[in-house]
Every structure is written in structure tokens, then in C-alpha cells.
């Protein structure tokens, strides 16, 4: 099974902000790549109420369905991936039926119905990632229901090394601490509540 664990920590940025980081890392448009998420969930939100999220993510012509689940240690998030062609993306998203696989597998052990899935919507993002001491550093522009929000990840393998790097960046930019829902969250508010908030 194609699994791994996601260690990150996020912050919400003002598009001032956003700038500010992107002129300071000499970040260029060319340096920006859009992908974007197509995400699901059943009809009674089953993966909502397990904390899970299931998308498919377009990243040029490769399509990658993914189930998010909160990783056994508490710490970060456990994510099964399974690629897959975009005939059947397509059909997944008409359809709400998901092929054999790494992430039908991961549902059903999750007790998690795999036949009444409902495509949601689509969240485009415009990212950009670049090393920055022992993780990697993403700006994240993105798209979804006439809402544009950004956002600053860093992504880690030690998570308390980490947040000393992430805390230490937020201080140097002098970066209010906005901790944000994750994008399909952030993307549910919008849908259902009609905005998300800071």
C-alpha cells in the first residue's frame, strides 16, 4: 500500500504577506505550478465526521487519488495514495464510484461506505516549493467557490525540529499566527456556510 506520513505546519497569509515571502525567496511566476483537487464525500459526510478527506489531485497529467486520515500517533496525517488515469478521474467524479485499490481498501477498513460517494467541487492552487533548512517550504495561492485565500506550509520529517523552524520563520517575518483549517475544510466552510473564516 502506497501510504506516508504528512508532518507540516500552516499558517494563513495576508496576499501582502505572500508577496512579502516571495520577493524575499526570489520567487518568479515561472516558479508557481497549479494543480488542483477535486475532493468527495459520502452522502451522511462519513469522512468529514472521521476527521478524513478524499480528493483527487491533477498535477499536470498526472492524476493521484488520495485518502487523509489522522495518522495513528496523533502527529500528522496519514495519507494512502493510488494513482490513477484521467479516464478514471472522470468517471469518479460523474460517477462517485471508486476503483479497486490502496484507498477503496483504506475506506472499507475505515468503515467507511464506498458506494455512495458525491463529488463536492474543485480547489485549484498555484505552489510554489523550495528547500528551507531541514523541510520544505510551499506558498500556496489557491482557488475555490470565487474565494482566493494563501498560505504558508513547511513541510518536515521531525515534527518538534520542525516547529522550532517554522516558529522561528513566523518570528523573523513577523507573521501573525493564523492557523488554518486544512483546504478541504476551508473548502466545506465556503461551500455550506457561504465563507470561510480567518
Do not use: C, W
Not at 499558517?11 to 475532493?39: A, G, I, M, R, V
Not at 499536470?60 to 479516464?87: C, F, N, R, V
Not at 483504506?106 to 533548512?133: F, P, V
Not at 506550509?153 to 515534527?159: G, I, L, N, R, T
Request: proline content about 3%; glycine content about 4%; aromatic content about 10%.
Amino acid at each position: 500500500m502506497s501510504q506516508e506520513l504528512e508532518i507540516e505546519y500552516k499558517n494563513l497569509l495576508t496576499q501582502k504577506e505572500f508577496d512579502t515571502l516571495k520577493h524575499h525567496f526570489q520567487l518568479q511566476q515561472h516558479d508557481f505550478f497549479k494543480q488542483h483537487n477535486d475532493y468527495f464525500d459520502t452522502y451522511h459526510f462519513e469522512l468529514k465526521q472521521a476527521s478524513a478527506a478524499l480528493r483527487i489531485r491533477q498535477k499536470q497529467d498526472q492524476y493521484t487519488l488520495t485518502l487523509k486520515q489522522s495518522a495513528p500517533s496523533g502527529i500528522g496525517l496519514m495519507e494512502t495514495h493510488q494513482s490513477i488515469e484521467q479516464k478514471q478521474a472522470e468517471h469518479i467524479i460523474a460517477t462517485g464510484v471508486l476503483p479497486e485499490g490502496d484507498v477503496r481498501k483504506a475506506l472499507r477498513e475505515s468503515n467507511i461506505s464506498t458506494d455512495k460517494l458525491q463529488y463536492l467541487g474543485r480547489l485549484s492552487t498555484e505552489r510554489a516549493e523550495l528547500a528551507y533548512k531541514d523541510g520544505t517550504l510551499v506558498l500556496d495561492h489557491s482557488f475555490y467557490l470565487k474565494k482566493d485565500d494563501y498560505e504558508l506550509e513547511y513541510e518536515v520529517s521531525d515534527a518538534h525540529l520542525g516547529r522550532k523552524q517554522f516558529d522561528a520563520l513566523m518570528h523573523e517575518f513577523k507573521l501573525p499566527e493564523r492557523p488554518p483549517q486544512n483546504k478541504v475544510q476551508r473548502f466545506f466552510v465556503r461551500k455550506f456556510n457561504g465563507d470561510v473564516e480567518s
